[in-house]
């Protein structure tokens, strides 16, 4: 049981009550940790080793380890450029398939120690975290299960060797905001494939970090969005059954990992990744290929405008540092982003709450603050509006879901009064936030109507823009 305040104002008398209501939260709902996961909305991933330096995708596990040599690696540098696009942290390949570990682990011998990098003395993880705590960024970690050098993989000892490896990164660079498990299992150098044993991974992680958020296809705190398009459902529950499935095995399909289970067991939203260019690692012959600022604008309204997060990766060139063609990017699309959504027309506006012939106010829909919302009670009688004295063009209306009490809305509608006419636009789920865009209207007011839900609706905010007309969601 939750309480939550609801502002009712009368409006004959014009006297502004708030009353305290108890709220019963409709499980599954997010863990503390999961909530600020949520707010985060966008990060940077990295992907960097000796596949930047052999211009491959996949490496073998049998590159020599003097092949890592980035003569100007400097991660102040990548979480600099991180810090100017809004990125909140990045995420490092600690361990790619490949096996090469970017720390010198004392359970490897295919490590940066082994290189010519700094004479065999050098750390990335070291350097990164660094790095980001000098930034103000969120630290994480990938590191694949599957290795194509150790000599243990395929035998019941690597999962062993495994553990020694999340605990040395956990014990050295931490904390670790958030842990990245890819899921490929593929022969190792005695042609093996490992039984890896997720169970214990996973109780290790419990152990010696519990506040780390972990990834996976199926958790067990986000998932995979199922596509490494950047792009989530237009309907996605932030709910996932993982019954009847194991870890590094078998996993929903796809559409259902993109879209979530509306009537999911466990609260496991969906990490939209993506790259910047079209290779995961550095390619020179990509340089002209970088996504433009308005492709990741678009991404952003169909990763965190359909209430996931958005991973962006970024990779290092040879020398160990961001492309500039990259950088510009990212600094473009953040430009886009703070001047689209800059100006929230309907800022602080009282929203009237219609039922049947009673009107009530309130402004905590539009008060920018996460703290307050509304509880539609008896939503089917009840609509939401916004009456503006002179016609404002818009097109794009943002919702935020107070996800605290669980994802509750099915779907809603939209009527646009404009001056050409009546407009109705339609949604599924939102979530932690929905960005509905349309073509400019000139409109006279706003309806807002949730037409289903599993649950009485509780809204958090709603804010309303004129965006660039070339970015409206395609």
Known sequence: MNKIFILILASTLGVCNVYAQTVTSYPPVPSKQQLTWHQLE????????????????WGHGDEAADIFNPANLDCRQWARIAKQSGAKGIIITAKHHDGFCLWPSKYSKHTVRESKWKNGKGDVLKELSQACREYDLKFGVYISPWDRNHPLYGTPKYNEVFV??????FSNYGPIWELWWDGANGEGPNGKKQVYDWRKFENTVRKISPATIVF???????????????????TNWNLLDTAGYARGIGAPHTDTLNQGNTYGKNWIPAECDVSIRPGWFYHAKENDKVKTPDQLFDLYLKSVGRGANYLLNVPPDMRGLIHPNDSAALVGFKKLLDENFKKNIVKSKKVQILSGKDVTHTNFLTDQSTKTYVELTRYQNKSLKFFFNEPVEINSIVLQEMI??????????????????????????????RIISFPSLKVKSIVLRITQAKAQPILSEISVYRIEETLIEK
């Open 164 to 169: 020694n490896m999340m605990k040395e990164i």
């Open 42 to 57: 966008f990060y940077l991933f990295v992907h960097f080793g000796p596949n930047t330096f052999t211009d491959i995708e």
């Open 404 to 433: 605290e009490f669980g994802q509750r809305i099915q779907n809603f509608e939209f009527v646009l009064e404009s001056i050409e006419g009546t407009h109705t636009i339609q949604g599924t789920t939102v979530g932690r936030k």
């Open 216 to 234: 996976s296809d199926i958790g067990p705190h986000i998932r995979w969005v199922g596509n490494e398009a950047g792009i989530a459902g237009k």
